[in-house]
T-cell receptor, first 109, second 112 residues
Framework: GNSVTQMEGPVTLSEEAFLTINCTYTATGYPSLFWYVQYPGEGLQLLLKATKADDKGSNKGFEATYRKETTSFHLEKGSVQVSDSAVYFCALGRQNFVFGPGTRLSVLP | EAQVTQNPRYLITVTGKKLTVTCSQNMNHEYMSWYRQDPGLGLRQIYYSMNVEVTDKGDVPEGYKVSRKEKRNFPLILESPSPNQTSLYFC???????????FGSGTQLSVL
């Protein structure tokens, strides 16, 4: 079946550091790929998405590229802020959504 | 305003007392889903629905029931809650199962 694997963290960075959170997937066919973010005490909200191979999703300085050859969708940001502290979930959508376990990010001032 | 509404936000109950958590969306979405979130276990899917009268089990369906009689509503039913169902529950909806999901604010359930 479809599945998503991501680094579980926690990840702790200093402000302005570079961020990478790895995500790989297993799926039949051609799923859409997503990154969701959950801030403390809130529900999940969409951060970015890509619907086909080589698409790059971007939002709020975050980027991820749909790599079919490596079945990956790694999340990157060049300079993190304290306000980016949250839990990040990689997900794939085919007929049903599948989420990764989430990666907790803490950014220190 | 487009939204997914869950109720209640917090619920404390006792073992064996049937309860229902409601979920309603106003976006005419076909796809709806329930998840539970537990520390260290991420987000696990309980049930999902591709359309009215169509429901399927997710990863952890035991002890839960759902129904999808109308497009907008997807209630989660615990017939006989047990303490291991203490968790944070999220409802979500989307146009289809491969498009953006909209999440509710969550229901924190405690079963004593």
């Amino acid at each position: 079946g479809n599945s998503v694997t991501q680094m579980e963290g926690p990840v702790t960075l200093s402000e302005e550091a570079f961020l990478t959170i790895n995500c790989t997937y297993t799926a039949t066919g051609y799923p859409s790929l997503f990154w969701y973010v959950q801030y403390p005490g809130e529900g999940l909200q969409l951060l970015l998405k890509a619907t086909k191979a080589d698409d790059k999703g971007s939002n709020k300085g975050f980027e991820a590229t749909y790599r079919k050859e490596t079945t990956s969708f790694h999340l990157e940001k060049g300079s993190v802020q304290v306000s980016d502290s949250a839990v990040y979930f990689c997900a794939l959508g085919r007929q049903n959504f599948v989420f990764g376990p989430g990666t907790r990010l803490s950014v220190l001032p | 305003e487009a939204q997914v509404t869950q109720n209640p936000r917090y619920l404390i109950t006792v073992t064996g007392k049937k309860l229902t958590v409601t979920c309603s969306q106003n976006m005419n979405h076909e796809y709806m889903s329930w998840y539970r979130q537990d520390p260290g276990l991420g987000l696990r899917q309980i049930y999902y629905s591709m359309n009215v009268e169509v429901t399927d089990k997710g990863d952890v369906p035991e002890g839960y029931k759902v129904s999808r009689k109308e497009k907008r509503n997807f209630p989660l039913i615990l017939e006989s809650p047990s303490p291991n169902q203490t968790s944070l529950y999220f409802c979500a909806s989307g146009p289809r199962g491969n498009e953006k999901l909209f999440f509710g604010s969550g229901t924190q359930l405690s079963v004593l």
